[in-house]
């Protein structure tokens, strides 16, 4: 197929992968029990359709985005 642009992300890497560059330009360490949250919370983007809502990194939970 030509012009299929096909990625392996969504909403959840993103904004794992902001969190990540910020803390590395404002040299910031997380503690690692946090991060590893954060990873175990990334993981979990593609389970079930959870890749199709909105996360919520404060809760560290996955938003329904149709009552938006």
């Not at 197929?1 to 993103?14: H, K, Q, R, S, W």
């Not at 690692?32 to 939970?61: A, C, H, V």
Request: glycine letters at 4%; aromatic letters at 14%.
């Amino acid at each position: 197929m030509e012009g299929l642009l096909i990625t392996d992300t969504n909403p959840t890497i993103v904004g794992y992968t902001v969190i990540l560059a910020f803390c590395k330009q404002t040299n910031l360490e997380l503690n690692p029990d946090l991060m590893q949250q954060l990873e175990n919370f990334t993981f979990r983007s593609w389970e079930g359709k959870n890749y199709e809502k909105i996360p919520n990194f404060m809760d560290l939970q996955f938003e329904d985005h149709s009552h938006f």
